[in-house]
């Protein structure tokens, strides 16, 4: 990740306890979602905000007990497809955020989204 990028919201995912112990890193800058993963292995993917399609936040019990929760996020990314921002704190404050983030993106960029009759996601640009 660059070091001129202005993160806005930085986390890592927490395991069941909520305790940040895992080695999945997540951060969100004005345009991009970033994932890091892996420890011996390192793994660090990137997301255009405008490719997010929808945000849905899910709690399980466990999740409710500890405060954490996920973010399943669906995107028209080729490459990561549909992903889980998981075990986060602030869960809820984090999916607005991101949703207004990708909002912004979305009409700086003059993207559209359309879904199909059939159920398939397209992107569009708006002339």
Do not use: C, H
């Amino acid at each position: 990740m660059d070091s001129n990028i202005q993160i806005l919201w930085q986390d890592r995912k927490r395991n069941i306890f909520g305790l940040p112990w895992t080695f999945t890193k997540y951060s969100l800058s004005e345009d991009r979602l970033f994932i890091k993963t892996g420890l011996l292995k390192t793994v660090e993917d990137e997301i255009r905000l405008y490719r997010i399609l929808d945000l849905t936040v899910s709690k399980t019990l466990f999740q409710k007990i500890f405060r954490i929760g996920t973010i399943e996020v669906s995107s028209g990314d080729t490459t990561m497809g549909n992903f889980e921002l998981k075990n986060i704190r602030d869960v809820s404050e984090v999916k607005e955020k991101l949703s207004q983030l990708v909002e912004e993106n979305r009409e700086k960029k003059r993207v559209a989204n359309r879904e199909y009759i059939n159920g398939n996601e397209d992107l569009d640009v708006l002339d």
